[in-house]
Nanobody, 123 residues
Framework: QGQLEESGGGLVQAGGSLKLSCAVS????????LAWFRQAPGKEREFVAA????????DYADSVKGRFTISRDDAKSTVYLQMNSLKPEDTAVYYC????????????????WGQGTQVTVSS
């Protein structure tokens, strides 16, 4: 089974930056795509960004396009989310997700999930 562990969350002022990491363990060679989702209090978990294992394909939610960048380091089995120009509305728990055969925006398509890391953006 794949295991995911996020890190890098914290408190930052509006306009600042954070870089989240997601370490992937287990049968990584069988994982096709990784994604980031986020969930704010009282709201549903929403798609943020995704990358397939080759890195050739990426996808971003409109709300983060141009500000966030997803990337991966094969040698470290780690996926990153660089977040720039952060806004208070970016405040949420950020989750890493992975799946062997799905690459997309639907959270139900991903089989493996991390525990989440809190990102708080103050105004």
């Amino acid at each position: 089974q794949g295991q995911l562990e996020e890190s890098g969350g914290g408190l930052v002022q509006a306009g600042g930056s954070l870089k989240l990491s997601c370490a992937v363990s287990g049968p990584t060679s069988r994982i096709f795509a990784l994604a980031w989702f986020r969930q704010a209090p009282g709201k549903e978990r929403e798609f943020v960004a995704a990358i397939n294992w080759s890195g050739r394909d990426t996808d971003y939610a409109d709300s983060v396009k141009g500000r966030f960048t997803i990337s991966r380091d094969d040698a470290k089995s780690t996926v990153y989310l660089q977040m720039n120009s952060l806004k208070p509305e970016d405040t949420a728990v950020y989750y890493c997700a992975a799946d062997r055969g799905y690459f997309g925006r639907n959270k139900s398509g991903y089989s493996y999930w991390g525990q989440g890391t809190q990102v708080t953006v103050s105004s």
